[in-house]
Each structure stands twice: as structure tokens, then as C-alpha cells.
């Protein structure tokens, strides 16, 4: 038995944002709460660690939020992408300067969880879903095992530029796509090193700065 006290959480409201997640993981769990104390009686000591670490991680990222009303705790189950990979996405376009939405992997099932202010969470879900429906259907040779890239644009908008890249990649029926996030202006990728130079060549000839048109110009 665990016996956890919340530093920034109501127990209650806590034990409620976890629970899909704790299901998830597959093994018996009852959890309790009182004020700001959450009990926890696992099946085994693994899972009770890991149920641990999931509060913690939901506790601390309250303490980031500025309206505790809008956090939410959210969940995907992968389908083909692996969980590790797509949680490393997810937190390098997050970035550093800020800790929310906490972005955790639980591998034994292969989800994501995201925890935070709701807009957030549903933003990085949206990308969290695309970059798992990429990844369908795609057996790699270990020669050619594909790897996440990210593509930072100086110029151009990253969604028509993804369109673009999309569209020219699908002409030369390459096994690839491209994903967009518009907030970071970045491109995502999850291609063989030999497909990340063909897009590294696009991104390099399309993200160009706009000309200027000759003063007194009319258009």
C-alpha cells in the first residue's frame, strides 16, 4: 500500500483525472482519497510504482496552471507507433520553457498520457494521433529503420508548406508523410535517413523568404 500526499491537488478531483489512465495499465488497482491524501493498494509493487509516478507527475503539473478549472488528464493507446517515440516528439515541440502539458509513455500499454490545460492536451493528442496513423502499416527493415525528425521553418507557415512537401512526395510515391505543427512552425517526419534527405531538400528549396516587390510597384 502507498499513501501519497498531494502538494497541489484535491485528492479527489486527482483519483477522477487518473482513472482511465490506471485502467489502462492493465492491472488491479484500488485507489482511495481524503482531502489531500490518495491511497493506493496495487496488485503488485511494479504497478503501484507506476501508479505513483503518474500522480506525481499530475500533481506537479497543477502547480503550472493559472486556472486549475480548465486541467484535464487525457489518453490515446497507440496503434503502431511506439509509445517512447512519439512522447519524445511531443516534448521536444513543447520545448523546454515550460512544463505542461506533463507528456508521460506508459510502454506496458503503449499510450500517452497528457496532462494540463485542456486546449493543450487536445492539441497534443490531435498530433499524437497523426503521427500513430503514419506509422501504420509501415514494417521496416532494420537496414532502413525510420527515425523522428523535425524540421524548423524560417519562413514559411507549416501547414501549406506540409501540403506542398505532402503533395510532391506522393508524386514520386514515396511511402511518406509529413506532419504540421503550426504553433512551432516545425515539420515532423518519420522516415529512413534516405527519405529525411529528400524532405530535408524540399524544406531547404520551399522555406524561402518572400520577394520584395520594387518600390512604387503596383500588383
Avoid: C
Avoid at 150 to 156: G, I, K, M, T, V
Amino acid at each position: 500500500m502507498k499513501v501519497i500526499r498531494l502538494q497541489y491537488s484535491n485528492g479527489g478531483e486527482l483519483l477522477q483525472a487518473i482513472r482511465g489512465a490506471v485502467e489502462a495499465m492493465g492491472q488491479q488497482a484500488v485507489l482511495s482519497a481524503y482531502n489531500e491524501v490518495l491511497i493506493i493498494a496495487a496488485s503488485d509493487e511494479a504497478t503501484a510504482e507506476r501508479i505513483v509516478k503518474l500522480v506525481r507527475e499530475v500533481d506537479a503539473a497543477r502547480a503550472s496552471l493559472s486556472e486549475p478549472s480548465g486541467f484535464v488528464t487525457e489518453g490515446l493507446t497507440l496503434k503502431s507507433a511506439a509509445a517512447h517515440e512519439v512522447v519524445e516528439a511531443l516534448r521536444q515541440l513543447r520545448g523546454d520553457r515550460t512544463f505542461w502539458p506533463r507528456i508521460i509513455a506508459d510502454q506496458r500499454s503503449n499510450s500517452v498520457w497528457l496532462s494540463g490545460d485542456g486546449a493543450e492536451v487536445k492539441k497534443y493528442l490531435g498530433l499524437a494521433q497523426e503521427l500513430d496513423q503514419r506509422a501504420a502499416g509501415r514494417p521496416v527493415r532494420a537496414e532502413a529503420r525510420r527515425q523522428l525528425r523535425f524540421y524548423r521553418l524560417q519562413h514559411a507557415q507549416a501547414p501549406p508548406l506540409s501540403q506542398t512537401v505532402n503533395g510532391v512526395l506522393a508524386s514520386m510515391d514515396a511511402d511518406l508523410h509529413v506532419v504540421a505543427d503550426q504553433q512551432s512552425g516545425t515539420l515532423i517526419a518519420f522516415a529512413t535517413d534516405e527519405q529525411h534527405s529528400y524532405v530535408e531538400t524540399l524544406v531547404k528549396t520551399l522555406d524561402v523568404a518572400r520577394a520584395t516587390p520594387p518600390a512604387g510597384e503596383n500588383r
